[in-house]
């Protein structure tokens, strides 16, 4: 009994027993038990009313059909934003990377995380500060990111992707929770010490989308990103401006933007007559420039599988589009701040301006001939976009006009 056994495991060990079982990694195959899993689930939806949406009728807009139809000004292509609140950042990034290409010649990618990341950091620095008495949200404002640049620099996309390893979508809803619930507990505790949450918050951010880089390789040289910006990208981001209209405060002045993304209460915006409005963001993208522009797009007139935003009759005829409606509707909530993007550029169609609108929200991807675009109606833009960033040399006659 002992020789025998001696041989097996020998047998065993050298692999030479005939017929020997193998094991492999296979994909689970669905079973019966994801077959009530979904029987459950239908029979939940039997007693749930599906919610229909209130949206206009397309059929007599006739749009432009593809992106051919426009003048183009060059963008890099669109990309998502994922299950995140960011859009303030990637329409505006974006739009910076049109204005490389237009100052410079040079086609990059900018990292839209970075500036994210360090967002945060400044809202949790603000919260501090002001005791709990600061928005806390995943939004902020285009001309956040100016800001954002001038502090923390940028750095290339490929540098930082804020994606963990094995992930290809953002998804910040765990992220946004944790750091939502850390600060309020430090307002409900009075635990004001500023070092203690940034580095928490840090730590956060560290865990969800990685730690940003320090320093980056571009053409063999090692740059901070404050470097990157200013020899790489060459911007100089006072030539940035925020070009606003909006009744309720007074033109030709520099005024506050009353929303809540508008955190840190930014006071630089320049107000003006919806007519110069309009006229100065058609007169930039006619001269070759893009904007971030941002708005509201909750409305029946947007659709993404249409791929058109217009404004219906039944809301307000457009020649009945002014300062007054659009003040309106921003007064009584039906135009709130829901969304950045890029317009990159415009078609004149039966007798009316469309634009181009680069989008990093996921409604435009399933826009039919152009995922990833919208193309929005000058009525749907005078009514219910409320500003735009440009360069200032491209709106420098209505700069003009302003006092100070």
Same mark, same amino acid.
């Given at each position: ?101 237009? !100052? ?19 809202? @949790? ?98 740059? @901070? ?5 200013? @020899?790489? !990208? ?100 039906? @135009? ?69």
């Amino acid at each position: 009994m002992k020789k025998i056994l001696v041989f097996v495991a020998g047998a065993l060990l050298a692999g030479g027993v005939s017929g020997q079982d193998k094991s492999r990694f296979v994909e689970p195959k669905p079973g019966y038990f994801d077959q009530l899993k979904k029987m459950a689930e239908d029979q939940k939806g039997k007693f749930t009313e599906k919610k229909r949406v209130f949206k206009a009728d397309f059929s007599s807009v006739n749009p432009p059909k593809e992106n051919s139809e426009f003048k183009v000004i060059w963008h890099q292509n669109p990309v998502s934003q994922g299950i995140t609140g960011t859009c303030w950042c990637f329409s505006t990034t974006s739009f910076y990377e049109s204005e490389v290409y237009r !100052l410079t010649g040079k086609k990059v990618r900018i990292s839209e995380l970075y500036t994210v990341y360090w967002e945060y950091v400044e809202k @949790t620095v603000r919260f501090i500060r002001e005791r709990g008495n600061s928005f806390i949200g995943e939004g902020s404002e285009s001309n956040a990111v100016a800001r954002l640049y001038k502090k923390y620099g940028a750095v290339p996309a490929e540098s930082y992707d804020g994606l963990l390893p094995g992930y290809s979508c953002h998804d910040h809803e765990a992220m946004f929770s944790e750091i939502e619930a850390f600060l309020k507990s430090v307002k409900e505790r009075n635990q004001w010490n500023e070092e203690f949450a940034v580095e928490t918050v840090k730590s956060i951010l560290n865990h969800y989308i990685g730690k940003p880089p320090v320093s980056v390789s571009v053409g063999g040289k090692l740059l @901070t990103p404050s470097e990157y910006l200013a @020899t790489e !990208l060459k911007l100089k981001m006072d030539d940035y401006v925020e070009i606003l209209s909006l009744l309720e405060k007074p033109y030709w002045q520099q005024v506050d933007y009353p929303v809540p993304d508008n955190w840190w209460k930014n006071s630089d915006y320049y107000n003006v007559p919806l007519e110069d409005y309009m006229a100065a963001l058609n007169q930039a993208v006619e001269k070759g420039y893009t904007v971030s522009i941002g708005g509201d797009v909750s409305e029946p007139g947007l659709d993404g599988f249409e791929g058109v935003a217009f404004i219906p009759s039944f809301d307000i005829p457009a020649a009945n589009i002014d300062e007054n409606a659009r003040q309106f509707r921003f007064s009584n909530g039906t @135009t709130t701040d829901d969304h950045g993007i890029h317009l990159v550029g415009y078609a004149d169609k039966d007798g009316k301006r469309w634009y181009l609108i680069k989008d990093s929200g996921s409604g435009s991807r399933n826009h039919p001939n152009a995922p990833g675009y919208f193309y929005f109606r000058e009525d749907y833009v005078k009514l219910k976009m409320m500003g735009f960033t440009v360069h200032r040399s491209a709106v420098k006659d209505l700069l003009a006009k302003f006092k100070n």
